[in-house]
């Protein structure tokens, strides 16, 4: 999965300093006071920093035998503001790589997780795009991906749940900028698995051919 794409927002917080002086003027016998007004105004841009992390893989592999066996990757990788100490992923998020085969009912599924070092709340969706053909390419067809955005902070009357589509489709939306699934608050975290699944009922035609796809994590700062 390739880097998540984030809409970035900048907030400006004004700060104003306020200067009064008073003089007098004397003349005669009687004294005036005025009052001189002067307005300093400092514009500081704020950030919009989110952090993207693999919290959990759960996938099928072959053993040794030709068996399948379920495995878990409970390694945190970090693929966006990492913090002191860490480093930036570079690991395909499913842990694919190129000699990665898949067979019918293989299964991979990775627990996702957004935290908020902004200084704005913000709304996420996302949002799949299928690179495959179905007409050409019977294995993309067959790859069924589904994103669950129902486990932490969603929003109330968001898009969030499960929702289920191939990457042969060209382009799906998991909620939108009117619609978020989650809205997550400064220092606050949300959660979403995406699963990949090769369908039993693939057939031979799905051999030996190749898809992918691209996920991306949009983030659109809270506005009044």
Request: glycine share 6%; proline share 1%; charged share 20%.
């Amino acid at each position: 999965m390739e880097k998540s794409n984030k809409s970035f927002h900048s907030i400006l917080a004004a700060f104003i300093i306020v200067l009064l002086c008073s003089a007098m003027i004397v003349t005669g016998t009687y004294a005036l006071f005025t009052d001189t007004f002067s307005q300093k105004t400092v514009l500081k841009a704020g950030t919009m920093k989110i952090r993207l992390l693999r919290t959990k893989l759960e996938y099928t592999e072959l053993n040794g035998d030709g068996i399948f066996e379920r495995k878990t990757d409970t390694r945190q990788l970090v693929y966006a503001q990492p913090e002191a100490g860490e480093t930036t992923s570079t690991e395909n998020v499913f842990g694919l790589t190129n000699e990665t085969l898949l067979i019918p009912t293989s299964e991979y599924k990775a627990t996702m997780r957004l935290e908020n070092k902004s200084d704005v709340a913000f709304n996420y969706y996302l949002s799949i795009e299928g690179l495959g053909d179905a007409a050409k390419n019977h294995f993309s067809d067959k790859l069924t991906v589904i994103v669950d955005t129902d486990l932490t902070n969603s929003a109330a009357g968001a898009a969030g749940g499960e929702t289920k589509t191939t990457v042969s489709v060209a382009n799906t939306a998991i909620g939108d900028a009117n619609a978020p699934v989650g809205q997550v608050l400064i220092g606050g975290v949300a959660d979403f698995t995406v699963t990949i699944i090769f369908e039993r009922d693939a057939t031979n035609d799905a051999q030996a051919q190749e898809a992918n796809f691209n996920l991306t994590v949009h983030a659109v700062q809270v506005v009044a």
